[in-house]
Every structure is written in C-alpha cells, then in structure tokens.
C-alpha cells in the first residue's frame, strides 16, 4: 500500500518506532537513524533478551525497518541524515524542542528542500514544550490513572503503554493524511503530534460524563460508569465478563444465567434502572455464576447473543495467533514481516553508500522512482 514510500525515523523508545513500524507494515521504506554505541535506549531494555542479545523491548516495535548509525555531532554523519531527508517522503523524529536545530538539521530548512516532505515530530507534551514525555507521566497528568484501579485503591496505570501506542497511531493516521493530501497539492507538511494530546483525546466518553454532567470521574475497577452489567465476575473457576449494551442484551443475559425475576422486572427494564440498582445486580450475578465453571456461562451467553469473554493470560492471547519472538505480534493494519527488526548499524555502510536504493540493491525492492 505505501510501496515506495520512503521514511527517514529519527525516534526511540516507543510512539515513534510504533509510528514508523507501522508505516513499514503498510510497505513503506523505514531507515531507522541511531546514536553509535548505544542505539535505541529501548535496545537496553531487558531481560528478557533474546539468544542474540536483543530485548523484547525493542524487538517488539522494529521490525521493518534498516539501521545506520549516525553521530549527530559529526558533520559528516549530518550529512548523511541531511541526503537522506532530501530524498525522503516522510521524516519523523521526537527530538526535545531544539535539539535538531542545534545540530545543524533545521527541519524547516530540510523542508524548504524537499517541498514535498511530510514531517512529523512526536513529543511529551505539546510543540511549545521542552519537558521530556513517557507515557507514565502521560497517563498521570491526563486522568487516565484516575479512573483506573479499584474504587478504595490507589490511582493506578494501564498494563501497557497506551499513550504512547495511541500517540504512534495519532501520527501513523496524521501521516496517511498528509500523504493523501500531498498528492493533491504536491507540498510536504509540517506535523506535530504529542502524548498529552492524544491522551487526553482518548478520554472521549469520560471527558463527555464530566463536560455534561459537572461531576468529577472516579474510579470503577472492572466495572462502568454507565453500563450495567458491564464489568468482571468470577465463576467457579476463572474470571470473565459480562458485557450487556442494549436493553434488549440485558433480557437475553439474565435469562440466559437462569436469572428470569431479574428479566421480567419492570424496573430493570432500561439502563437507567439497572444503573440505580448496580448493587443488587452485581449481587445476583455474582451469587450465580461462582456455581459453575466459567465455560458453562461462555456457552450459555454466546449463544443468547450477549458479549463476553474470559480474562486470558498474556501467554493464551499469543498462542492464539502467529506471533514470533522475532518479529512480534502480527501487524494490526495487515502487510506482511518483510525484515527483523535490525541490529545497531547493521546497514549503515550500504545505507551511506547508496542511500534509499539500500531497499533495491539488498532487497530486490523497486519504488517506481
């Protein structure tokens, strides 16, 4: 899909490379710029390791992708980067606010010389900013942690990294669209894209609970705000949830747990009235369901129509696909693993010598140029 499109990746850690993987996912060109020595901070992430002495971390956001590495300080390696970018489509970087112009690669100057080069820059918190972003911090100051945890705990943050991966897509899409945009008007454009917009961007219907009602968000653990029943319960065996959208859903499940009084009351009928009675609910459900094992009620609800699901190890969700410990987990845009997520300047002295047609020359790869 975005054969032939070439992209300059100037990031580390994760938004970034999750950016730009995906972009190679789709079939662009990916020449992933890192420090000598060290590379990727993400590189030193582990254990785990693998056999060769790469870590999960970073094997986990770099595939599809070639490595040169290029000393910023040294006016020869500018060059490098300052040719590659006059050839490229698209650059994307997450440098602090300056640090590029200080080292001589002015991205406004590297634009005005390439007019038809999109670039993205990727930081913490906003252009105007100079604070160093992870998403840690993202996830606390953009109420996500908040609202996440159980009622009486502590504020707590997501098992993932989700700022980061949010604001990697934020930038995949704006990206897509300067792409499409730029075949109209044949000009690049300038992007920017930052964790604590996209953060809280992704607050969406709880930022709208707020805005339309004037009360504060607080944390519900495993249930919801404005659904019920919509959390987690715990048959006999292992947990799962129960997930009713409709009034219609909500029949279905209850009769389907054998729990037809709650079905047939009036009272019930709408999900206003199950929000005003959570508590004797959750109850019923509760009492019912830690009867029997969890498959039992898997069976009962699918076949009812009502959503749900078991709490699955991380170990069960990747048995389930074709996932490796070299390339990851399968890409979510579709697009095939072309290349391993490469060692520290395992292309450099081709990538110096030839530039973009490192794809050709190593690769068989053509871009229609």
Not at 2 to 22: E, K, Q, Y
Not at 61 to 75: F, G, Q, T
Request: aromatic share 6%; glycine share 12%; net charge neutral.
């Amino acid at each position: 899909m975005l054969n032939g499109i070439r992209v300059l990746d100037l990031t580390r850690v994760l938004a970034g490379p999750f950016c730009t993987m995906m972009l190679g996912d789709l079939g662009a060109d990916v020449i992933k710029v890192e420090r000598p020595g060290r590379g990727d901070e993400t590189r030193g992430w582990g254990p785990p390791f693998d056999g060769s002495g790469q870590s999960a971390y970073y094997l986990s956001v770099n595939r599809n992708k070639l490595s040169i590495a290029l000393d910023l300080e040294s006016a020869v390696d500018r060059d490098v980067v300052i040719r590659l970018a006059g050839d490229a489509d698209v650059v994307v970087d997450n440098f602090r606010r300056g640090t590029l112009e200080r080292h001589g690669l002015d991205p406004a100057e590297l634009m005005r010389r390439n007019p038809a080069l999109v670039w993205c820059t990727i930081t913490g918190f906003g252009k105007d900013s100079g604070r160093p972003g992870y998403d840690f911090v993202t996830q606390a100051e953009c109420g996500w942690m908040a609202i996440t945890g159980e009622p009486d705990g502590d504020p707590m943050k997501v098992g993932v990294a989700l700022a980061d991966v949010i604001a990697g897509k934020d930038a995949a899409v704006a990206i897509l669209a300067a792409l499409v945009a730029r075949g109209r008007s044949h000009g690049g454009r300038r992007l920017f894209i930052s964790l604590l917009d996209s953060a809280r961007a992704a607050l969406v219907n709880v930022a709208q609970n707020v805005l339309v009602s004037g009360v504060d968000a607080s944390r519900w653990g495993n249930a919801h705000p404005n659904l019920v029943p919509y959390q987690l319960f715990r048959a006999a065996d292992r947990p799962f949830v129960i997930a009713v959208g409709s009034d219609e859903q909500w029949v279905s499940c209850a009769e389907a747990l054998g729990l037809g009084v709650l079905a047939a009351d009036t009272s019930l009928a709408t999900n206003a009235g199950r929000l005003a009675q959570r508590e004797r609910i959750v109850k019923e459900f509760s009492s019912k369901v830690s009867g029997a094992p969890a498959v039992i009620w898997q069976d009962r609800l699918a076949r009812a129509g009502v959503p749900t699901g078991v709490v699955k190890t991380i170990g069960e969700v990747i048995a389930d696909v074709d996932a490796s410990p070299q390339f990851g987990m399968p890409p979510s845009v579709g697009g095939p693993a072309r290349f391993a997520p490469p060692r520290l300047d395992e292309h450099g002295s081709v990538i110096r010598h030839g530039g973009w047609r490192v794809f050709e020359s190593t690769f068989g790869q053509t871009d229609g140029r």
